[in-house]
T-cell receptor, first 113, second 109 residues
Framework: KAGVTQTPRYLIKTRGQQVTLSCSPISGHRSVSWYQQTPGQGLQFLFE???????NKGNFPGRFSGRQFSNSRSEMNVSTLELGDSALYLCASSPGSTLLGAFFGQGTRLTVV | KNEVEQSPQNLTAQEGEFITINCSYS?????LHWLQQHPGGGIVSLFM???GKKKHGRLIATINIQEKHSSLHITASHPRDSAVYICAVSIQGAQKLVFGQGTRLTINP
């Protein structure tokens, strides 16, 4: 079966703009979680959705938001982009109500200039 | 102090050597994951452990819940094993993963 699909793979935006990233989970998976990876901070948890409900959120400002649709696809939005938002954004999907058995997408590399 | 600590941060070895990467954590967990990240960013989940030991090909992962420690071993290492290996824990009672800083492994032919 198809893996986790993230679009777009690469993105360049200017400061102050907003961006929306998409994640399509593995068919049948209901949990989608998002992570930010930077050279300085490593991987950090952003938020997790299950059945369209956000269940947990990491320590990120309110400019970072997300949602999940009824087909389990998820979007992540970052408003008022800052240079420090440049990162690899990864999503992972898992079949049930926990993060056990998570599969990761290839990521979206966002560059803010 | 980070909740998940990995060692070493960097490891260079010759092809064929036995590799060990360590992970210690300080929180209650429901599971521990070992992930592999190749240049370009894609992450592959290698193992998910809640107790004992798992083996997949040349890779072996162990976890000691009492000592809050896990190890990833690679036998007969090969240059294609060169990657960043990341330990992550699922926090007990919370729906999130916390990651170690990763171990950059380079296997020279």
């Amino acid at each position: 079966k198809a893996g986790v699909t993230q679009t777009p793979r690469y993105l360049i935006k200017t400061r102050g703009q907003q961006v929306t990233l998409s994640c399509s989970p593995i068919s049948g998976h209901r949990s989608v979680s998002w992570y930010q990876q930077t050279p300085g901070q490593g991987l950090q948890f952003l938020f997790e959705y299950f059945s369209e409900t956000q269940r947990n959120k990491g320590n990120f400002p309110g400019r970072f938001s997300g949602r999940q649709f009824s087909n389990s696809r998820s979007e992540m939005n970052v408003s008022t982009l800052e240079l420090g938002d440049s990162a690899l954004y990864l999503c992972a999907s898992s079949p049930g109500s926990t993060l056990l058995g998570a599969f990761f997408g290839q990521g979206t590399r966002l560059t803010v200039v | 102090k980070n909740e998940v600590e990995q060692s070493p941060q960097n490891l260079t070895a010759q092809e064929g050597e036995f590799i060990t990467i360590n992970c210690s954590y300080s929180v209650g967990i429901s599971a521990l994951h070992w992930l592999q990240q190749h240049p370009g960013g894609g992450i592959v989940s290698l193992f998910m452990l809640s107790s004992g030991k798992k083996k997949h090909g040349r890779l072996i992962a162990t976890i000691n819940i009492q000592e809050k420690h896990s190890s990833l071993h690679i036998t007969a290492s090969h240059p294609r094993d060169s990657a960043v290996y990341i330990c992550a824990v699922s926090i007990q009672g919370a729906q999130k993963l916390v990651f170690g800083q990763g171990t950059r492994l380079t296997i020279n032919p």
